[in-house]
C-alpha cells in the first residue's frame, strides 16, 4: 500500500506561483513513480506531469509545458509540482498517483491522493 498526501494549493490571481506537495508513505513508497493530474468541474481528469522515483526526466502535458516543473526529494519521500504564470484555465484539483510506472495513461495509477484545490482568477 502507498498513501498519497497532497498539499500546497490555494486560490491566487492570475500570473501568480503556486508549489504543490505530495508527500508518499507506504511499503513501497521507495519503488513507486509519481505522476500529477488534475480535473477541472465538468471535465475529465487531465494528464499533468510524471516523474521516475528514483531517476529519470519528468515529462509533461502539453497544456503546462514550460510553466509547471515537477521535481523530487528522494529523502523526504516528496514530490513537488512547480506551478508558475498560473492561468485561469489552471483552475483544477490537483492530484497525485503513484503506480509501477510514470504514465500519461490514467489507469496506470494504483494509488491516489485525495487532492487540493487550485483557484487562478483573473
Known amino acids: 500500500q502507498v498513501q498519497l498526501v497532497e498539499s500546497g494549493g490555494g486560490a491566487v490571481q492570475a500570473g501568480d506561483s503556486l508549489r504543490l506537495s505530495c508527500v508518499c508513505s507506504?511499503?513501497?513508497?521507495?519503488?513507486?513513480?509519481v505522476g500529477w493530474w488534475r480535473q477541472a468541474p465538468g471535465k475529465e481528469r487531465e494528464f499533468v506531469g510524471a516523474?521516475?522515483?528514483?531517476?529519470?526526466?519528468?515529462y509533461y502535458g502539453e497544456s503546462v509545458k514550460g510553466r509547471f516543473t515537477i521535481s523530487r526529494d528522494g529523502a523526504k519521500n516528496t514530490v513537488y509540482l512547480q506551478m508558475n504564470n498560473l492561468k485561469p484555465e489552471d483552475t483544477a484539483i490537483y492530484y497525485c498517483?503513484?503506480?509501477?510506472?510514470?504514465?500519461?495513461?490514467?489507469?496506470?495509477?494504483?494509488?491516489w491522493g485525495q487532492g487540493t484545490q487550485v483557484t487562478v482568477s483573473s
Open positions: 498517483a503513484a503506480g509501477a510506472y510514470a504514465s500519461t495513461t490514467r489507469s496506470r495509477y494504483a494509488y
Open positions: 516523474v521516475d522515483f528514483n531517476f529519470g526526466t519528468p
Open positions: 507506504g511499503r513501497s513508497s521507495s519503488s513507486v513513480n
